[in-house]
């Protein structure tokens, strides 16, 4: 395929100058790059490595060994559990936790501008359409990001998840300058529709994409569905790329792997059928 191909580095779950050795070992230098061990850290997308990790990073960037498509935002409170804890934690939706996350933000967007990336992403959390105030706060948030990062010189990516992309769709006629990250897989994990469907309905705001794959929630809402290793699940990943293509998107292709024992295994093998296509 003639996407540039990049991973994700909170897949490895492992310190960045690891990330670093095995992204030369499959040859790819475009990285998705989790903010969490220049901040907070957390479990799930870094521990916090401090100065000379940063220092470090820099070098790569600046030496031009690595390429950021994109910076990757999470929140250290999330619980990932089930469908149910990460909605009711997930992204900016706690109230107690939105003055913090409005320098934490501040400070990601500046992280990001820094790493000489275009994008910053996130999970912004669950958006409960039934509830007129709770919708008027959400959006408010997520305009509070867009124009942080675009003071930055940055846009801000949301990634698909809990919600489907008609819901998707009609979220971001409400706010200005926030685009997608595309991950087909969690449409499948939280229940939430065919991701080569979806494509198409947001074709105009789709400015990264992970590729991961899975299998469905037997109960959307309540259990994931199973991730698996890219071509192996129902994403359907000849569909998804064709798909890609009809739109005419050109930009960056990121391997996520989230689950599994054989991580960076499983993201070579995602990265060799990418390039055998």
Known sequence: ????????????????????????????????????PFLEGDARHGAAEGAYARGYVEG???GGYWKVSAAMLSF??????????????GGIVPDDKWEANQKLIVDAAKLAARFKTKY???????????????????????????????????????????????DLVKFLGRVK???????????????????????????????????????????????????TPWGDGKVGAKAFLAALEKIGYTGVVAV????????????ALAVQRLRSL
Request: charged share 20%; proline share 6%.
């Open 1 to 36: 395929m003639k996407n540039p191909i990049a991973v994700c580095s909170w897949s490895y779950q492992k310190p960045l100058m690891t990330v670093a050795a095995e992204m030369e070992k499959i040859q790819v230098n475009h990285v998705h790059l989790a903010l969490q």
């Open 60 to 62: 790569l960037i600046d």
């Open 76 to 89: 250290s409170y999330e619980d990932y559990t089930t469908p149910v804890t990460i909605r009711r934690t």
């Open 120 to 166: 910053l992403t996130l999970h912004a959390g669950y958006l409960d359409e039934k509830n007129p105030d709770a919708v008027k706060k959400f959006v408010a948030r997520v305009q509070f990001m867009a124009d942080a990062c675009q003071a930055n010189g940055l846009e801000l990516l949301l990634e698909t998840g809990q919600e489907t992309a008609d």
């Open 177 to 227: 300058g926030v685009g997608v990250n595309f991950d087909p897989a969690n449409m499948l994990l939280y229940g939430m529709g065919d991701p080569v469907a979806a494509v198409a309905k947001l074709a105009p705001w789709i400015r990264h994409v992970h590729i991961k794959d899975a299998t469905p929630s037997p109960k959307p809402g309540f259990d994931w569905g199973n991730e």
């Open 256 to 267: 996520e792997r989230e689950g599994g024992t054989q991580r960076a295994a499983d993201i």
